[in-house]
């Protein structure tokens, strides 16, 4: 069965330090593996996701995501945190050879970024 | 706004009320689902819809009953609910049920009294 975790509740970065939230996944096949951000009040938001290519992963805000298949990871990461980046983060996987639509979501992790 | 619409953005209701959520999406995406969304738990996915037809029901209680009248429309019908029901309650959308991202609405904030 898949799984993701999201080994810290919380991460907390001065502005314009690098910033990292990390995941692991679990799945039997090759993973689709994504990210989200939510902000107070809203939905989730898509940021970048992982399918099959170069293991760096460019997406919105600035945000970069690397697949590392030996760690079974897929850590979030930006070179300079902006307080506005604080938010709840969600690392996501999809294993495609189980029918390929359940994407399971982990726990979150939430972000500060204090000025 | 996403493109995802979900209404209404909060209820409150009676645990032998009868209710629907709403969700609304025109971005021409194939596959709907509802998550549940418990404080300090992860994204609990219960329906999933591709092409109007229910793909996935994760073993969620009867009193939960979707419906999925056209690809742009997707409602949640909520019956005789309890208290531990009272989550935020969110509806995505996706070009299909295979490698795509989704996309959210803002949810609808529910709290069963």
């Known amino acids: 069965a898949q799984s993701v975790a999201q080994p810290e509740d919380q991460v907390n970065v001065a502005e314009g330090n690098p910033l990292t939230v990390k995941c692991t996944y679990s799945?039997?096949?090759?993973?689709?593996l994504f990210w989200y951000v939510q902000y107070p009040n809203r939905g989730l938001q898509f940021l970048l996701k992982y399918i099959t290519g170069d293991n760096l992963v460019k997406g919105s805000y600035g945000f970069e995501a690397e697949f590392n298949k030996s760690q079974t990871s897929f850590h979030l990461k930006k070179p300079s945190a902006l307080v506005s980046d604080s938010a709840l983060y969600f690392c996501?996987?999809?294993?495609?050879?189980?029918?390929?639509?359940?994407?399971?979501f982990g726990a979150g992790t939430r972000l500060f970024v204090k000025a | 706004e996403t493109g995802v619409t979900q209404t209404p953005r909060h209820l409150v209701m009676g645990m032998t009320n009868k209710k629907s959520l709403k969700c609304e999406q025109h971005l021409g995406h194939n596959a709907m689902y509802w998550y549940k969304q418990s404080a300090k738990k992860p994204l609990e996915l219960m329906f999933v819809y591709s092409l109007e037809e229910r793909v996935e029901n994760n073993s969620v209680p009867s009193r939960f009953s979707p419906e999925c009248p056209n690809s742009s429309h997707l409602f949640l019908h909520l019956h005789t609910l309890q208290p531990e029901d009272s989550a935020l309650y969110l509806c995505a959308s996706s070009q299909d049920v295979t490698g795509g991202g989704y996309t959210f609405g803002s949810g609808t904030r529910l709290t069963v009294v």
């Open positions: 996501a996987v999809r294993d495609p050879n189980t029918g390929g639509f359940k994407t399971i």
């Open positions: 799945v039997s096949g090759n993973p689709y």
